[in-house]
């Protein structure tokens, strides 16, 4: 599979919200498998990830300083960290099968 990059603008700001809300939403169809669900947090994490591309938006007069490769930079981040969590919890859980000692 290759990346291809073409420039063709960039999006309104609420066009962008709408694409990060629906990257953040199938984030979190799978993680909540795993974490469990959590009232409001696609809600949380899409006005974060907006309100520091504003921010960043504020510091350069270059729009493409953001994009949404940073929302889907923020989904991996997050994804990974979900899943050591998932793993560290399902160690424990065979550990304590096991009946080692849980640290």
């Not at 939403?25 to 899409?46: A, N, S």
Request: aromatic share 12%; hydrophobic share 40%.
């Amino acid at each position: 599979l290759q990346v291809r990059i073409f420039d063709f603008g960039s999006l309104s700001v609420s066009v962008e919200k709408k694409y990060s809300s629906l990257i953040i939403q199938h984030m979190l169809k799978d993680v909540t498998k795993t974490i469990g669900e959590y009232e409001g947090l696609e809600r949380f994490f899409t006005k974060l990830i907006c309100r520091a591309q504003d921010f960043m938006r504020s510091c350069k007069n270059e729009k493409s300083f953001v994009s949404l490769r940073d929302v889907k930079r923020f989904r991996d981040v997050f994804l990974f960290f979900a899943d050591h969590i998932r793993n560290k919890e399902l160690g424990r859980i065979l550990q304590a099968k096991e009946g080692k000692k849980i640290s």
